[in-house]
Protein backbone atom coordinates (compact mmCIF):
# COMPACT_ATOMS: atom_id res chain seq x y z
CA UNK A 1 0.00 0.00 0.00
CA UNK A 2 1.30 3.70 -0.94
CA UNK A 3 1.23 5.36 2.16
CA UNK A 4 2.45 8.28 0.61
CA UNK A 5 -0.12 8.73 -1.89
CA UNK A 6 -2.86 8.01 0.82
CA UNK A 7 -1.45 11.54 2.57
CA UNK A 8 -1.47 13.11 -0.46
CA UNK A 9 -4.96 12.51 -1.20
CA UNK A 10 -6.61 13.48 2.06
CA UNK A 11 -4.38 16.60 2.30
CA UNK A 12 -5.93 17.90 -0.70
CA UNK A 13 -9.43 16.83 0.34
CA UNK A 14 -8.50 18.15 4.05
CA UNK A 15 -11.62 19.60 4.60
CA UNK A 16 -14.14 16.69 3.87
CA UNK A 17 -15.04 13.68 5.97
CA UNK A 18 -13.51 10.58 4.52
CA UNK A 19 -15.58 6.90 4.21
CA UNK A 20 -12.74 4.53 4.33
CA UNK A 21 -13.43 0.48 3.38
CA UNK A 22 -10.34 -1.67 3.92
CA UNK A 23 -10.48 -5.10 2.64
CA UNK A 24 -7.92 -8.10 2.63
CA UNK A 25 -8.39 -10.75 -0.43
CA UNK A 26 -10.68 -12.96 2.29
CA UNK A 27 -12.70 -10.25 3.57
CA UNK A 28 -13.21 -9.57 0.06
CA UNK A 29 -14.38 -13.39 -1.20
CA UNK A 30 -16.38 -12.84 2.40
CA UNK A 31 -17.92 -9.75 1.21
CA UNK A 32 -18.80 -11.34 -2.47
CA UNK A 33 -20.05 -14.63 -1.20
CA UNK A 34 -22.34 -14.22 2.05
CA UNK A 35 -23.54 -11.84 4.52
CA UNK A 36 -20.79 -10.27 7.17
CA UNK A 37 -20.36 -7.99 10.00
CA UNK A 38 -19.79 -4.28 9.08
CA UNK A 39 -18.37 -2.48 11.47
CA UNK A 40 -17.99 1.31 11.99
CA UNK A 41 -16.36 3.82 13.97
CA UNK A 42 -15.51 7.27 13.70
CA UNK A 43 -11.27 7.77 14.67
CA UNK A 44 -9.17 10.28 14.85
CA UNK A 45 -5.91 9.52 12.76
CA UNK A 46 -2.06 10.53 14.11
CA UNK A 47 0.05 12.87 12.22
CA UNK A 48 2.26 9.33 11.01
CA UNK A 49 -0.66 8.32 8.84
CA UNK A 50 -2.38 11.60 7.48
CA UNK A 51 -1.44 14.96 7.53
CA UNK A 52 -3.39 17.52 10.04
CA UNK A 53 -3.85 15.06 12.41
CA UNK A 54 -7.32 16.01 13.57
CA UNK A 55 -8.98 15.23 10.60
CA UNK A 56 -11.56 13.04 11.40
CA UNK A 57 -12.67 9.52 9.09
CA UNK A 58 -15.46 7.31 8.62
CA UNK A 59 -14.24 3.98 8.76
CA UNK A 60 -16.72 0.91 6.97
CA UNK A 61 -14.49 -2.08 8.10
CA UNK A 62 -15.35 -5.44 6.69
CA UNK A 63 -13.58 -8.14 8.53
CA UNK A 64 -14.93 -11.77 9.19
CA UNK A 65 -14.30 -11.75 13.23
CA UNK A 66 -15.37 -8.27 13.55
CA UNK A 67 -11.90 -7.33 15.38
CA UNK A 68 -11.94 -3.76 16.62
CA UNK A 69 -11.57 -1.07 14.05
CA UNK A 70 -8.28 0.46 15.98
CA UNK A 71 -7.01 -2.51 16.10
CA UNK A 72 -7.86 -3.96 12.39
CA UNK A 73 -6.66 -0.92 11.27
CA UNK A 74 -2.92 -0.97 12.77
CA UNK A 75 -3.07 -4.52 11.54
CA UNK A 76 -3.74 -3.88 8.15
CA UNK A 77 -1.26 -0.92 7.84
CA UNK A 78 1.82 -2.99 8.83
CA UNK A 79 0.47 -5.29 5.61
CA UNK A 80 2.06 -3.85 2.58
CA UNK A 81 -0.10 -6.69 0.18
CA UNK A 82 -3.94 -5.02 1.56
CA UNK A 83 -5.43 -2.67 -0.29
CA UNK A 84 -6.74 0.93 0.51
CA UNK A 85 -9.96 2.50 -0.76
CA UNK A 86 -11.02 5.63 -0.24
CA UNK A 87 -14.70 6.37 -1.33
CA UNK A 88 -15.28 10.37 -1.26
CA UNK A 89 -18.61 10.23 0.18
CA UNK A 90 -18.56 14.26 0.45
CA UNK A 91 -18.49 14.88 -3.51
CA UNK A 92 -21.70 13.99 -5.44
CA UNK A 93 -24.92 15.36 -6.76
CA UNK A 94 -24.67 16.83 -9.84
CA UNK A 95 -27.26 15.44 -12.12
CA UNK A 96 -29.02 13.10 -9.85
CA UNK A 97 -32.66 14.60 -11.17
CA UNK A 98 -32.49 12.51 -14.41
CA UNK A 99 -32.17 9.26 -12.50
CA UNK A 100 -36.33 10.52 -11.42
CA UNK A 101 -37.15 8.83 -15.05
CA UNK A 102 -34.99 5.68 -15.28
CA UNK A 103 -34.35 5.05 -11.54
CA UNK A 104 -31.06 2.82 -11.25
CA UNK A 105 -27.65 2.22 -9.74
CA UNK A 106 -27.09 5.78 -7.73
CA UNK A 107 -22.81 5.03 -7.64
CA UNK A 108 -22.08 6.61 -10.66
CA UNK A 109 -23.07 9.93 -8.56
CA UNK A 110 -22.40 8.76 -5.21
CA UNK A 111 -19.64 6.91 -4.73
CA UNK A 112 -16.23 7.84 -5.99
CA UNK A 113 -13.67 5.30 -5.05
CA UNK A 114 -10.31 5.56 -5.16
CA UNK A 115 -7.52 2.82 -5.16
CA UNK A 116 -3.92 2.96 -3.03
CA UNK A 117 -2.69 3.55 -6.08
CA UNK A 118 -4.48 6.45 -7.35
CA UNK A 119 -7.55 4.97 -9.92
CA UNK A 120 -10.87 6.55 -9.42
CA UNK A 121 -13.72 4.41 -10.37
CA UNK A 122 -17.46 4.62 -9.99
CA UNK A 123 -17.94 1.49 -7.44
CA UNK A 124 -16.85 0.06 -4.80
CA UNK A 125 -17.60 -2.95 -6.25
CA UNK A 126 -15.45 -2.61 -9.29
CA UNK A 127 -12.12 -4.57 -7.25
CA UNK A 128 -10.22 -4.65 -10.61
CA UNK A 129 -11.09 -1.15 -11.70
CA UNK A 130 -12.56 -1.94 -14.98
CA UNK A 131 -14.27 1.26 -15.06
CA UNK A 132 -11.59 3.48 -14.09
CA UNK A 133 -12.10 7.30 -15.40
CA UNK A 134 -8.31 7.84 -14.46
CA UNK A 135 -5.04 8.32 -12.50
CA UNK A 136 -5.41 11.00 -10.10
CA UNK A 137 -1.62 10.96 -10.28
CA UNK A 138 -1.88 11.82 -13.76
CA UNK A 139 -5.58 13.99 -13.53
CA UNK A 140 -7.71 16.37 -10.94
CA UNK A 141 -10.69 14.65 -9.28
CA UNK A 142 -12.60 17.69 -10.59
CA UNK A 143 -12.37 16.86 -14.55
CA UNK A 144 -12.65 13.22 -13.74
CA UNK A 145 -15.62 12.85 -11.63
CA UNK A 146 -17.74 16.33 -12.97
CA UNK A 147 -16.34 16.82 -16.73
CA UNK A 148 -14.68 13.47 -18.25
CA UNK A 149 -16.20 11.97 -20.47
CA UNK A 150 -15.92 8.37 -19.14
CA UNK A 151 -18.11 9.78 -16.06
CA UNK A 152 -20.82 11.20 -19.04
CA UNK A 153 -21.08 8.00 -20.96
CA UNK A 154 -21.67 6.30 -17.58
CA UNK A 155 -23.77 7.95 -16.17
CA UNK A 156 -25.89 8.23 -19.52
CA UNK A 157 -25.61 4.47 -20.03
CA UNK A 158 -27.58 4.42 -16.23
CA UNK A 159 -30.44 6.93 -16.78
CA UNK A 160 -31.09 5.02 -20.23
CA UNK A 161 -30.61 1.80 -19.21
CA UNK A 162 -28.17 0.37 -21.84
CA UNK A 163 -25.49 -1.33 -19.72
CA UNK A 164 -23.32 -1.83 -22.98
CA UNK A 165 -19.63 -2.59 -22.17
CA UNK A 166 -20.59 -2.07 -18.69
CA UNK A 167 -20.90 -6.04 -17.25
CA UNK A 168 -20.36 -5.15 -14.02
CA UNK A 169 -22.95 -2.94 -13.83
CA UNK A 170 -25.04 -5.95 -15.78
CA UNK A 171 -24.69 -8.37 -13.47
CA UNK A 172 -25.48 -5.96 -10.00
CA UNK A 173 -28.60 -4.56 -11.57
CA UNK A 174 -29.18 -8.42 -12.57
CA UNK A 175 -29.66 -9.60 -9.58
CA UNK A 176 -30.71 -7.22 -7.18
CA UNK A 177 -33.74 -5.26 -6.95
CA UNK A 178 -33.94 -1.38 -8.54
CA UNK A 179 -35.55 -0.57 -5.30
CA UNK A 180 -32.14 -0.66 -3.67
CA UNK A 181 -31.94 2.67 -5.28
CA UNK A 182 -34.70 4.02 -4.68
CA UNK A 183 -34.43 4.75 -1.11
CA UNK A 184 -31.34 7.28 -1.95
CA UNK A 185 -33.47 8.59 -4.57
CA UNK A 186 -36.66 9.34 -1.87
CA UNK A 187 -33.51 11.92 -0.57
CA UNK A 188 -32.25 13.06 -3.83
CA UNK A 189 -35.28 13.81 -6.01
CA UNK A 190 -34.93 16.14 -9.12
CA UNK A 191 -36.47 18.84 -6.64
CA UNK A 192 -34.00 18.51 -4.07
CA UNK A 193 -31.60 19.19 -7.08
CA UNK A 194 -33.26 22.31 -7.53
CA UNK A 195 -33.82 23.44 -4.47
CA UNK A 196 -31.01 22.79 -2.33
CA UNK A 197 -28.24 24.03 -5.04
CA UNK A 198 -25.95 20.65 -4.12
CA UNK A 199 -24.21 21.13 -7.72
CA UNK A 200 -22.62 24.81 -6.59
CA UNK A 201 -22.14 23.57 -3.00
CA UNK A 202 -19.86 20.92 -3.73
CA UNK A 203 -17.72 22.60 -6.53
CA UNK A 204 -16.78 25.08 -3.99
CA UNK A 205 -16.06 22.46 -1.20
CA UNK A 206 -13.99 20.63 -4.21
CA UNK A 207 -12.04 24.25 -4.92
CA UNK A 208 -11.77 24.58 -1.39
CA UNK A 209 -13.10 27.89 -1.35
CA UNK A 210 -13.92 29.67 2.48
CA UNK A 211 -17.41 28.33 3.71
CA UNK A 212 -19.25 30.05 5.65
CA UNK A 213 -22.99 28.02 6.40
CA UNK A 214 -25.29 31.47 6.76
CA UNK A 215 -25.42 34.77 4.99
CA UNK A 216 -27.70 36.94 7.03
CA UNK A 217 -28.65 40.42 5.21
CA UNK A 218 -30.79 42.81 7.26
CA UNK A 219 -32.55 44.23 3.99
CA UNK A 220 -35.05 45.99 6.24
CA UNK A 221 -34.67 47.21 10.17
CA UNK A 222 -38.31 48.10 9.87
CA UNK A 223 -41.68 46.32 9.92
CA UNK A 224 -45.14 46.73 9.97
CA UNK A 225 -46.51 44.23 12.97
CA UNK A 226 -45.49 44.77 16.22
CA UNK A 227 -45.07 40.83 17.15
CA UNK A 228 -45.44 39.77 21.04
CA UNK A 229 -42.54 37.63 20.70
CA UNK A 230 -39.90 39.77 18.58
CA UNK A 231 -36.90 41.96 19.29
CA UNK A 232 -38.13 44.02 16.61
CA UNK A 233 -40.78 46.25 18.76
CA UNK A 234 -37.69 47.41 20.95
CA UNK A 235 -37.14 50.71 20.01
CA UNK A 236 -33.48 50.47 21.03
CA UNK A 237 -33.20 48.29 17.60
CA UNK A 238 -34.33 51.48 15.47
CA UNK A 239 -31.37 52.90 17.35
CA UNK A 240 -28.89 51.42 17.17
CA UNK A 241 -29.54 51.77 12.56
CA UNK A 242 -30.60 55.49 12.96
CA UNK A 243 -33.17 56.98 10.71
CA UNK A 244 -31.04 56.89 7.88
CA UNK A 245 -29.73 53.33 7.37
CA UNK A 246 -33.00 51.10 8.07
CA UNK A 247 -32.36 49.67 4.49
CA UNK A 248 -29.54 48.29 3.14
CA UNK A 249 -27.89 50.68 0.88
CA UNK A 250 -28.09 48.01 -2.47
CA UNK A 251 -24.94 49.72 -4.64
CA UNK A 252 -22.84 48.77 -1.32
CA UNK A 253 -24.10 45.44 -0.80
CA UNK A 254 -23.17 44.71 -4.33
CA UNK A 255 -19.32 46.07 -4.04
CA UNK A 256 -19.71 43.56 -0.80
CA UNK A 257 -20.91 40.38 -3.11
CA UNK A 258 -17.99 41.09 -5.31
CA UNK A 259 -15.10 41.40 -2.82
CA UNK A 260 -16.59 38.21 -1.32
CA UNK A 261 -16.53 36.57 -4.72
CA UNK A 262 -12.93 37.89 -5.33
CA UNK A 263 -11.74 36.34 -2.10
CA UNK A 264 -12.79 32.68 -2.78
CA UNK A 265 -15.76 32.87 -0.34
CA UNK A 266 -18.83 30.73 -0.61
CA UNK A 267 -22.29 30.76 1.40
CA UNK A 268 -24.41 27.91 1.97
CA UNK A 269 -27.44 29.63 3.09
CA UNK A 270 -28.63 33.87 1.47
CA UNK A 271 -30.48 34.99 4.44
CA UNK A 272 -32.64 37.91 2.89
CA UNK A 273 -34.39 39.15 6.63
CA UNK A 274 -33.38 39.66 9.93
CA UNK A 275 -35.07 41.65 12.14
CA UNK A 276 -37.16 43.60 9.58
CA UNK A 277 -40.01 42.63 6.97
CA UNK A 278 -37.42 42.87 3.73
CA UNK A 279 -40.18 43.59 1.10
CA UNK A 280 -40.74 47.12 2.67
CA UNK A 281 -37.08 47.83 1.05
CA UNK A 282 -38.18 49.88 -2.50
CA UNK A 283 -35.20 48.35 -4.48
CA UNK A 284 -35.81 44.48 -3.51
CA UNK A 285 -36.38 43.12 -6.88
CA UNK A 286 -32.96 44.60 -7.61
CA UNK A 287 -31.60 42.66 -4.42
CA UNK A 288 -33.12 39.32 -5.97
CA UNK A 289 -31.20 40.39 -9.90
CA UNK A 290 -28.10 41.24 -7.52
CA UNK A 291 -28.60 37.70 -6.23
CA UNK A 292 -29.49 36.14 -9.66
CA UNK A 293 -26.41 37.11 -11.93
CA UNK A 294 -24.12 36.19 -8.54
CA UNK A 295 -25.75 32.71 -7.80
CA UNK A 296 -22.31 30.87 -8.36
CA UNK A 297 -21.60 32.47 -4.64
CA UNK A 298 -24.20 30.45 -2.67
CA UNK A 299 -26.23 26.94 -2.87
CA UNK A 300 -29.60 28.48 -1.87
CA UNK A 301 -31.67 31.73 -0.50
CA UNK A 302 -34.11 32.08 2.31
CA UNK A 303 -36.71 34.72 2.76
CA UNK A 304 -38.88 35.52 5.63
CA UNK A 305 -41.48 37.74 5.47
CA UNK A 306 -44.75 38.11 6.97
CA UNK A 307 -46.41 38.79 2.84
CA UNK A 308 -48.57 41.63 3.30
CA UNK A 309 -46.18 43.17 0.89
CA UNK A 310 -46.09 40.09 -1.57
CA UNK A 311 -48.13 41.83 -4.46
CA UNK A 312 -47.66 40.86 -8.28
CA UNK A 313 -45.06 42.87 -8.58
CA UNK A 314 -43.19 41.20 -6.56
CA UNK A 315 -44.44 37.95 -7.35
CA UNK A 316 -43.40 38.68 -10.95
CA UNK A 317 -39.98 39.35 -9.88
CA UNK A 318 -39.70 35.86 -8.08
CA UNK A 319 -41.04 34.16 -10.92
CA UNK A 320 -37.88 35.37 -12.71
CA UNK A 321 -35.07 33.91 -10.24
CA UNK A 322 -33.58 30.55 -10.85
CA UNK A 323 -31.44 29.99 -7.01
CA UNK A 324 -32.83 27.72 -5.19
CA UNK A 325 -36.07 30.15 -2.42
CA UNK A 326 -37.51 28.83 0.61
CA UNK A 327 -39.87 31.46 1.31
CA UNK A 328 -40.97 31.53 5.45
CA UNK A 329 -44.35 33.46 5.81
CA UNK A 330 -44.62 34.44 9.48
CA UNK A 331 -48.35 33.71 9.60
CA UNK A 332 -49.29 31.89 13.32
CA UNK A 333 -52.61 32.32 13.25
CA UNK A 334 -56.17 31.50 12.05
CA UNK A 335 -58.62 33.67 12.86
CA UNK A 336 -58.18 37.80 12.67
CA UNK A 337 -58.14 38.27 16.55
CA UNK A 338 -55.63 36.30 17.50
CA UNK A 339 -53.73 37.70 14.47
CA UNK A 340 -54.31 40.82 15.83
CA UNK A 341 -52.99 40.06 19.57
CA UNK A 342 -49.66 38.62 18.36
CA UNK A 343 -49.17 41.35 15.77
CA UNK A 344 -50.66 43.90 16.23
CA UNK A 345 -52.38 44.65 12.77
CA UNK A 346 -56.14 43.12 11.58
CA UNK A 347 -54.58 42.15 7.91
CA UNK A 348 -54.89 38.19 7.93
CA UNK A 349 -57.43 37.74 5.05
CA UNK A 350 -54.51 39.80 2.98
CA UNK A 351 -51.69 37.87 3.93
CA UNK A 352 -54.09 34.43 3.47
CA UNK A 353 -55.14 35.49 -0.37
CA UNK A 354 -51.27 36.80 -0.64
CA UNK A 355 -49.82 33.44 -0.03
CA UNK A 356 -52.24 31.55 -1.89
CA UNK A 357 -51.72 33.60 -4.79
CA UNK A 358 -47.63 32.91 -5.05
CA UNK A 359 -47.88 29.12 -4.05
CA UNK A 360 -50.48 29.14 -7.19
CA UNK A 361 -48.58 31.11 -9.46
CA UNK A 362 -44.94 29.59 -8.36
CA UNK A 363 -46.70 25.81 -8.57
CA UNK A 364 -44.18 24.74 -11.63
CA UNK A 365 -41.18 26.37 -10.43
CA UNK A 366 -39.59 23.25 -8.42
CA UNK A 367 -36.66 25.50 -6.86
CA UNK A 368 -38.92 27.61 -4.63
CA UNK A 369 -40.27 25.86 -1.40
CA UNK A 370 -42.97 27.47 0.54
CA UNK A 371 -43.19 27.51 4.21
CA UNK A 372 -46.21 28.21 6.39
CA UNK A 373 -45.52 29.20 10.15
CA UNK A 374 -46.85 29.05 12.89
CA UNK A 375 -44.78 29.81 16.09
CA UNK A 376 -46.64 28.07 19.03
CA UNK A 377 -47.75 30.38 21.89
CA UNK A 378 -49.53 30.39 24.76
CA UNK A 379 -52.57 33.19 22.80
CA UNK A 380 -52.51 30.71 19.89
CA UNK A 381 -51.97 27.32 20.89
CA UNK A 382 -55.39 26.57 20.47
CA UNK A 383 -56.15 27.63 16.99
CA UNK A 384 -52.93 25.18 15.90
CA UNK A 385 -55.41 22.15 15.30
CA UNK A 386 -57.69 24.88 12.96
CA UNK A 387 -54.63 26.40 11.43
CA UNK A 388 -53.28 23.08 10.32
CA UNK A 389 -56.59 21.93 8.95
CA UNK A 390 -57.14 25.30 6.60
CA UNK A 391 -54.17 24.64 4.70
CA UNK A 392 -54.04 21.29 4.34
CA UNK A 393 -57.88 21.60 2.53
CA UNK A 394 -56.21 24.18 0.38
CA UNK A 395 -53.04 21.97 -0.83
CA UNK A 396 -55.73 18.77 -1.49
CA UNK A 397 -57.88 21.63 -3.18
CA UNK A 398 -55.35 22.64 -5.24
CA UNK A 399 -53.61 18.96 -5.55
CA UNK A 400 -50.07 20.31 -3.97
CA UNK A 401 -48.16 17.70 -2.08
CA UNK A 402 -47.36 19.06 1.32
CA UNK A 403 -45.38 18.04 4.63
CA UNK A 404 -46.52 18.78 8.13
CA UNK A 405 -43.36 18.99 10.41
CA UNK A 406 -42.00 20.32 14.13
CA UNK A 407 -38.28 20.36 12.42
CA UNK A 408 -36.64 22.31 10.45
CA UNK A 409 -36.19 19.86 8.09
CA UNK A 410 -37.84 19.95 4.77
CA UNK A 411 -38.84 17.64 1.73
CA UNK A 412 -41.41 18.74 -0.10
CA UNK A 413 -42.42 22.03 -1.95
CA UNK A 414 -45.36 23.03 0.65
CA UNK A 415 -44.40 22.98 4.43
CA UNK A 416 -46.93 23.38 7.22
CA UNK A 417 -44.14 24.21 9.69
CA UNK A 418 -44.50 24.34 13.78
CA UNK A 419 -41.73 26.35 15.26
CA UNK A 420 -41.04 26.55 18.91
CA UNK A 421 -41.21 29.86 20.53
CA UNK A 422 -38.27 31.45 21.53
CA UNK A 423 -39.15 33.26 24.25
CA UNK A 424 -37.01 37.10 25.13
CA UNK A 425 -37.77 36.43 28.79
CA UNK A 426 -35.44 33.86 30.24
CA UNK A 427 -38.30 33.14 32.78
CA UNK A 428 -40.65 32.11 29.46
CA UNK A 429 -37.70 29.48 28.48
CA UNK A 430 -39.28 26.34 30.57
CA UNK A 431 -43.21 27.79 29.59
CA UNK A 432 -41.84 27.60 25.83
CA UNK A 433 -40.46 24.09 25.93
CA UNK A 434 -43.34 22.64 28.02
CA UNK A 435 -46.02 24.26 25.44
CA UNK A 436 -44.36 22.64 22.45
CA UNK A 437 -44.02 19.50 23.77
CA UNK A 438 -47.47 19.38 24.14
CA UNK A 439 -48.72 20.48 20.65
CA UNK A 440 -45.82 17.47 19.45
CA UNK A 441 -47.78 14.91 21.71
CA UNK A 442 -51.55 16.28 21.12
CA UNK A 443 -52.14 18.02 17.59
CA UNK A 444 -48.84 16.47 15.42
CA UNK A 445 -48.25 13.09 16.45
CA UNK A 446 -44.72 12.94 15.86
CA UNK A 447 -42.57 11.73 18.27
CA UNK A 448 -40.14 13.23 20.85
CA UNK A 449 -36.48 12.93 18.67
CA UNK A 450 -34.54 15.99 19.18
CA UNK A 451 -36.47 17.08 22.30
CA UNK A 452 -35.66 17.17 26.31
CA UNK A 453 -38.28 16.37 28.74
CA UNK A 454 -38.74 19.80 30.28
CA UNK A 455 -37.95 18.90 33.89
CA UNK A 456 -34.76 18.10 32.45
CA UNK A 457 -33.78 22.04 31.13
CA UNK A 458 -33.50 23.23 34.23
CA UNK A 459 -29.97 21.38 34.86
CA UNK A 460 -29.20 21.55 31.07
CA UNK A 461 -29.39 24.97 31.61
CA UNK A 462 -26.48 25.44 34.36
CA UNK A 463 -24.24 24.35 32.08
CA UNK A 464 -22.87 26.27 28.86
CA UNK A 465 -20.62 25.28 26.22
CA UNK A 466 -18.80 27.22 23.19
CA UNK A 467 -21.96 28.58 21.36
CA UNK A 468 -21.60 27.32 17.34
CA UNK A 469 -22.88 30.81 16.06
CA UNK A 470 -19.28 32.00 15.04
CA UNK A 471 -19.02 29.56 13.36
CA UNK A 472 -21.54 29.52 11.28
CA UNK A 473 -23.12 32.63 10.77
CA UNK A 474 -22.15 36.08 9.89
CA UNK A 475 -24.46 38.52 10.38
CA UNK A 476 -24.82 42.05 8.00
CA UNK A 477 -27.53 44.50 9.21
CA UNK A 478 -29.13 47.48 7.56
CA UNK A 479 -26.09 49.62 8.48
CA UNK A 480 -23.68 47.22 7.16
CA UNK A 481 -22.46 46.99 10.55
CA UNK A 482 -21.68 43.01 11.43
CA UNK A 483 -22.34 40.67 14.40
CA UNK A 484 -21.92 36.64 14.13
CA UNK A 485 -24.73 36.10 16.34
CA UNK A 486 -28.68 36.99 15.04
CA UNK A 487 -29.05 37.45 18.54
CA UNK A 488 -26.92 40.28 19.41
CA UNK A 489 -30.22 42.72 17.62
CA UNK A 490 -28.44 45.79 19.25
CA UNK A 491 -24.96 45.42 17.49
CA UNK A 492 -23.09 45.26 20.91
CA UNK A 493 -20.44 42.40 20.25
CA UNK A 494 -18.70 44.46 17.59
CA UNK A 495 -17.95 47.59 16.06
CA UNK A 496 -17.16 46.94 12.73
CA UNK A 497 -18.64 47.99 9.26
CA UNK A 498 -17.63 45.87 6.80
CA UNK A 499 -18.51 48.26 4.24
CA UNK A 500 -16.04 50.65 5.17
CA UNK A 501 -13.45 47.69 5.77
CA UNK A 502 -11.56 45.00 3.22
CA UNK A 503 -12.35 41.66 3.36
CA UNK A 504 -8.62 41.13 5.15
CA UNK A 505 -9.70 43.35 8.03
CA UNK A 506 -12.99 40.62 7.97
CA UNK A 507 -11.00 38.09 8.55
CA UNK A 508 -8.82 39.42 11.60
CA UNK A 509 -12.17 40.40 13.24
CA UNK A 510 -13.38 37.01 12.82
CA UNK A 511 -10.30 35.29 14.07
CA UNK A 512 -10.16 37.65 17.04
CA UNK A 513 -13.76 37.13 17.68
CA UNK A 514 -13.47 33.49 17.97
CA UNK A 515 -10.81 33.23 20.44
CA UNK A 516 -12.49 35.75 22.95
CA UNK A 517 -15.24 33.25 22.01
CA UNK A 518 -13.22 30.45 22.84
CA UNK A 519 -11.85 32.47 26.22
CA UNK A 520 -15.57 33.61 27.54
CA UNK A 521 -14.39 37.05 27.20
CA UNK A 522 -17.82 38.35 25.51
CA UNK A 523 -20.33 39.32 28.11
CA UNK A 524 -23.54 39.32 26.05
CA UNK A 525 -22.76 35.79 24.80
CA UNK A 526 -22.51 35.45 29.35
CA UNK A 527 -26.03 36.33 29.77
CA UNK A 528 -27.31 34.49 26.47
CA UNK A 529 -30.96 32.50 27.18
CA UNK A 530 -30.77 30.56 24.12
CA UNK A 531 -26.90 29.87 23.44
CA UNK A 532 -26.27 26.94 21.53
CA UNK A 533 -23.88 24.16 22.40
CA UNK A 534 -21.17 22.95 19.05
CA UNK A 535 -21.82 19.52 20.77
CA UNK A 536 -25.11 19.53 19.61
CA UNK A 537 -25.26 17.88 16.50
CA UNK A 538 -22.24 16.56 14.53
CA UNK A 539 -21.99 18.36 11.34
CA UNK A 540 -21.35 21.52 12.94
CA UNK A 541 -18.04 19.68 14.70
CA UNK A 542 -17.03 19.66 11.28
CA UNK A 543 -17.72 23.59 10.80
CA UNK A 544 -15.61 23.95 14.18
CA UNK A 545 -12.52 22.05 13.28
CA UNK A 546 -12.98 23.87 9.46
CA UNK A 547 -12.43 27.13 11.39
CA UNK A 548 -9.57 25.59 13.47
CA UNK A 549 -7.69 24.72 10.68
CA UNK A 550 -7.89 27.85 8.61
CA UNK A 551 -7.25 30.36 11.56
CA UNK A 552 -4.78 28.10 13.31
CA UNK A 553 -6.63 27.68 16.10
CA UNK A 554 -6.13 24.52 18.79
CA UNK A 555 -9.56 22.85 18.61
CA UNK A 556 -9.46 21.07 21.79
CA UNK A 557 -9.76 24.77 23.36
CA UNK A 558 -13.20 24.59 21.71
CA UNK A 559 -14.20 21.28 21.98
CA UNK A 560 -13.39 20.68 25.71
CA UNK A 561 -14.06 24.21 27.67
CA UNK A 562 -17.24 24.47 29.20
CA UNK A 563 -18.10 27.57 31.17
CA UNK A 564 -20.43 27.28 34.59
Known amino acids: MKIALSKSLLERFKIYTFCVSIYSEADWNEKVNSEFLKRESVLEISDDIIPNGKTKLTFDCYTKDARHIHLFLKDFLDKEEKELTIKIDDIFQLDISSLMENPGCLCPWLSPVVSS ?50 FLCQRCLGEKSIDLSLGLLNEYTKEHQALFGLERYYKARIRKKKII ?149 T ?61 IKKTDILESDRLFLETRENLLHIGHEGFVDHKEIDKKTTIKKICFSPFEYLVIASTGKITFCCHDTLLENLDFNIFDHTIFEFEKKLKAFIEDHICDRISLCKECSVRKSINSHEAILEEVLYFCRRFNIDPEAILNKEFL
Open 117 to 166: SGDLTICCNDSFFDMSLGDLNKNDIYDLWFDSEKIKKYRYSHISGNYENM
Open 213 to 361: KHLMIETSSVCQNACIYCNQKNDSIKDSRGKDNLFIDVDKLKKLIKDFDNNEYFFENIHLFWLGEPLLHEEFPKILELLEANKELFSKVELHTNAQEMDTNIVKNILKINFPLKIHYSVDANTKDVYMSLKGNPFLEKVKENIQNIILE
Open 363 to 423: KEKVNIIHVLQFIVHKQNQFELSDFKEYWIRFFKENDLDHQITSFFDFNKKHIIYFRKWDP
